[in-house]
């Protein structure tokens, strides 16, 4: 079955649809989401707000805030903004986890280069990095990305610690994002149970310097006690993804990946062919269905895309070989983790409970929109 305003279907088996047939997405996106989103006048005197007293803070300081830079659309249009609209004075990083495309390393390159900042780049540890992306595949789980993720978000907040930064501006948004994914089909990252049990069952070497955060240490020690605030502007704009993206073509030549987070080339490997095909979970649905709650995309376009494969059939033998090859294994063995039993978040050590329960406090006093079920 599928929503009859959106796009997610009993793919997602969680999924609850009222009498009309709209699913709980688009319901919770009604309830909780849509009033708390502020792509007006509203919300633009509030970023100014914001803005003005980053800079005040700032004062005297190398950085008023940091971003981190995946080369992404959105977090490339956030630098964008922030430079030049903004007029903000950020410490623009990038984690190297070794899966770079190309494109994202040019796209990164013309923006650093054109907005005439300097580029800080940590390079994680790549047998480090190998061993754990090994250890979540030989696990069976569908949230194999959760590796990447990690060393991402806890680069961030040691970034942000270390050079005591006290804003950081985050790419995520309603307008693209509102839709989420369920935790069935990619759980939460920062739960640090699963993550160990994982490591102790799979994981072959000690990851001695691979950067963990686990959830208290950013949720609470981080924000309340070292006062680290996270800033979402593009909350608080008309934020249109195609708007953006030709945005960045036109200022910097930067150019378009086919699928959000295709600018890694093994979450494209990962979200484009591993999930859906392995577990039926295509992240586009997602996606799409998040666009279509915010005007950007038409039901019928959304279904139509949908109908083709998210990963080209042609180059797909190539991609095993690559992704393969760059982890150390044979195309056979990388096949036979495909092949694995399926297995989830709830059949580990998980935090579950305790994010679930987290996430409905943290909605309550309204400092997260909506929370991932
Ligand atoms: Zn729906």
């Known amino acids: 079955m599928i929503c009859k305003r959106c796009v997610m279907d009993s793919t997602d088996s969680k999924i609850r649809f009222d009498s009309r047939g709209v699913c709980d997405h688009c319901n919770d996106f009604e309830s909780s989401v849509k009033h708390k989103w502020l792509p007006n006048e509203e919300g633009r005197l509030k970023l100014q707000k914001t803005v003005a007293k980053i800079k005040q803070d700032g004062e ?9 830079m995946s080369g992404g659309v959105d977090s490339s249009f956030m ?18 986890v070794g ?9 990164i390159q013309k923006m650093i280069e054109q907005l005439d900042l300097d580029l800080y780049t940590e390079v994680i540890n790549w047998e480090e990095m190998k061993d754990l992306q090994l250890a979540f595949l030989k696990s069976g789980v569908p949230h194999i990305d959760i590796p990447q993720d990690m060393a991402y978000m806890a680069t961030l907040y040691n970034f942000a610690n270390k050079h005591n930064i006290k804003y950081i501006l985050n790419g995520g948004n309603v307008s693209t994002e509102c839709v989420r994914n369920p935790m069935e089909w990619i759980y939460h990252g920062a739960d640090m149970f699963q993550m160990n ?9 000690e990851l001695k310097s691979f950067p963990f955060s686990p959830i208290l240490r950013h949720k609470l020690y981080l924000r309340y006690f070292k006062g680290l605030k996270m800033i979402r502007p593009l909350d608080y704009m008309e934020y249109n993804k195609r708007l953006a993206t030709r945005v960045l073509e036109e200022e910097y030549g930067w150019r378009p990946y086919p699928q959000k987070h295709f600018e890694s080339r093994f ?42 494969p998210s990963y080209n059939p042609e180059t797909i033998d190539d991609d095993f070989n690559y ?3 760059k982890l150390g ?6 096949r036979e983790y495909f092949s694995l039993p399926k297995k989830f978040y709830w ?16 909605k309550f006093f309204g400092v997260e929109k909506s929370i991932k079920r």
């Open 347 to 362: 059949d580990y050590k998980n935090q579950q409970l305790f994010f679930t329960v987290g996430g409905k406090l943290l």
């Open 99 to 107: 899966w770079n495309s190309e494109q994202a390393v040019s796209n």
């Open 197 to 205: 049990d994982i490591i102790r069952k799979f994981s072959t070497i």
């Open 267 to 308: 979450t494209k490997f990962y979200e484009g062919y591993w999930l859906p095909e392995r577990f039926g979970f295509d992240t586009r649905k997602v996606q799409f269905s998040s666009l279509i709650l915010t005007g950007q995309m038409s039901r019928d376009e959304a279904i139509e895309k949908l109908k083709k």
């Open 79 to 96: 630098l964008h903004l922030a430079v030049k609209e903004l007029g903000l004075r950020p410490l623009v990083f990038h984690v190297d």
């Open 323 to 325: 992704i393969a090859t």
């Open 329 to 334: 294994i044979s195309p056979e063995e990388l």
């Open 60 to 68: 005297g300081r190398d950085f008023d805030c940091i971003l981190g």
